[in-house]
């Protein structure tokens, strides 16, 4: 509970209460930037309010001085998605350290990293995640090669597509009808499946429609396929640890 706080303050202040105006003004100014201070203290009233214990002054501190340097370290970099998300994770990753420091000491920390290391069920489970989403992704990248060849030229002669957009959204509706499946949630499938007709409706009405949608076909039914097949495997591994 005490670590979900903190992460709704972080939240809080990172995104709610910093608008875009800040932004630029710590982008221009970087270390001179007022703003860069002001949100960094902010950071840390918000942790101590959200702790509501007197003596986690100390841990405030240090979220407001490392939130600081973390937001000085961004403001360096060139603004991408990476950077964004690696900002993110390192600002999480202090109030974890944090949560550990104030809830284990070092026999009990211990036991829960063995603990982790041991869980059978989440080994499986980020198996599950990688095998679909890299070595299924290039099999089925393989096995429907020779049909996408076959229509490549005409489509590329049609109309324009994004670069290696099929397959980011195989892997994502894998990951998807993996989740679905380990988590009991079956009905998503079907949902997924028909928000993915509709989408993919207005291609077949095209000369090369028939070919194309029958190779969208195959490469769908084969990365469902895979997924539901991983899926059931992990529940199954899932299910064997729990007894």
């Known amino acids: 509970m005490l670590l979900t706080k903190w992460i709704c303050a972080h939240l809080l202040g990172d995104f709610l209460l910093q608008n875009r105006k800040m932004v630029r003004h710590k982008q221009q100014f970087k270390a001179r930037s007022w703003m860069l201070y002001l949100h960094a203290f902010l950071h840390g009233v918000l942790f101590y309010l959200f702790t509501a214990a007197w003596g986690a002054w100390w841990m405030a501190i240090i979220v407001s001085v490392s939130h600081f340097f973390i937001d000085w370290w961004k403001l360096t970099k060139k603004e991408t998605t990476g950077i964004f998300i690696a900002d993110q994770m390192l600002h999480i990753l202090v109030l974890v350290i944090l949560w550990f420091c104030s809830?284990?000491?070092?026999?009990?920390?211990?036991?829960?990293?063995?603990?982790?290391?041991?869980?059978?069920?989440?080994?499986?489970?980020?198996?599950?995640?990688?095998?679909?989403?890299?070595?299924?992704?290039?099999?089925?990248?393989?096995?429907?090669?020779?049909?996408?060849?076959?229509?490549?030229?005409?489509?590329?002669?049609?109309?324009?597509?994004?670069?290696?957009?099929?397959?980011?959204?195989?892997?994502?509706?894998?990951?998807?009808?993996?989740?679905?499946?380990?988590?009991?949630?079956?009905?998503?499938?079907?949902?997924?499946?028909t928000a993915k007709s509709i989408l993919r409706f207005s291609e077949t009405k095209k000369e090369s429609g028939r070919k194309e949608a029958e190779y969208i076909l195959i490469g769908t039914l084969m990365s469902f396929a895979v997924a539901i097949i991983t899926g059931l495997l992990v529940s199954v591994i899932i299910k064997s640890t729990s007894l």
């Open 103 to 193: 809830q284990m000491d070092g026999s009990s920390f211990v036991a829960w990293i063995n603990s982790v290391l041991n869980n059978q069920s989440m080994w499986a489970i980020l198996m599950g995640y990688f095998l679909l989403m890299w070595p299924f992704s290039m099999i089925i990248g393989l096995v429907t090669q020779r049909w996408r060849l076959d229509i490549i030229s005409h489509l590329e002669s049609q109309r324009s597509s994004l670069a290696e957009a099929g397959k980011w959204i195989g892997i994502f509706e894998r990951l998807l009808v993996f989740t679905f499946i380990i988590t009991n949630q079956f009905a998503g499938i079907g949902f997924l499946i």
